[in-house]
C-alpha cells in the first residue's frame, strides 16, 4: 500500500477541482481538507484492489453533502459583504457561475466525470442512480454548460 501522503500528491489536486466543481470556490477548500482528513483515517482499511480515485470522490461527495447542510444551518448574513481574493481556478467566476446553476445531478455527473475522469458506473454508485442516468444528467448538463458559457477550443 503506498503511503498516505502519496495519495494526496497524486489525488488532491483532482479533489479539489471536483470540490470546487460541486461547492463552489468558496467552500472546496474546506471540503478538501475534510475529505483527505476522513481518508487518512479510513485509509488503513482500505482493501488492497480499491479504486482509491472513485473511493476519495466518495468521500469528497459525502463531505459535499455534509458542508451543504451546514450552510443551510447556518444563519443568512446581512449587509454588504467584502469581496473574497481568488482561488485558483478557471480565468473567470463565469464556468464556476455556470456549473452552480446547473440542477445538482447534472452538477455531480459533470464534476465526476469531466473533472475526476470516473465511468459513469461509479457515478451512480456515488450519487444512488442507474449509470444510464448518470450518463444523461452529465450529457444534460454539458448541454447546459454549452448554451449559457462560451466554451470555445474547450474539450469535452
Not at 20 to 27: E, I, N
Not at 57 to 81: E, M, N, S
Amino acid at each position: 500500500m503506498k503511503p498516505f501522503e502519496q495519495i494526496v500528491a497524486e489525488h488532491g489536486p483532482m479533489v479539489l477541482r471536483v470540490c470546487r466543481a460541486v461547492l463552489g470556490p468558496a467552500d472546496a477548500e474546506d471540503a478538501w481538507s475534510e475529505t483527505f482528513l476522513a481518508a487518512l483515517k479510513a485509509y488503513p482499511g482500505l482493501p488492497a484492489d480499491a479504486n482509491v480515485q472513485a473511493w476519495l470522490v466518495t468521500i469528497a461527495h459525502r463531505k459535499a453533502i455534509d458542508l451543504t447542510r451546514a450552510q443551510a444551518r447556518r444563519p443568512v448574513p446581512v449587509g454588504d459583504i467584502p469581496d473574497r481574493p481568488g482561488h485558483d481556478g478557471p480565468p473567470d467566476g463565469a464556468l464556476w457561475d455556470a456549473l452552480a446553476r446547473l440542477p445538482d445531478k447534472q452538477r455531480l455527473a459533470v464534476a465526476y466525470h469531466y473533472v475526476a475522469g470516473l465511468p459513469y458506473r461509479e457515478i451512480a454508485e456515488i450519487t444512488g442512480g442507474t449509470t444510464d442516468a448518470a450518463r444523461r444528467a452529465a450529457a444534460d448538463g454539458i448541454k447546459a454548460l454549452r448554451a449559457t458559457y462560451p466554451l470555445e477550443g474547450a474539450h469535452s
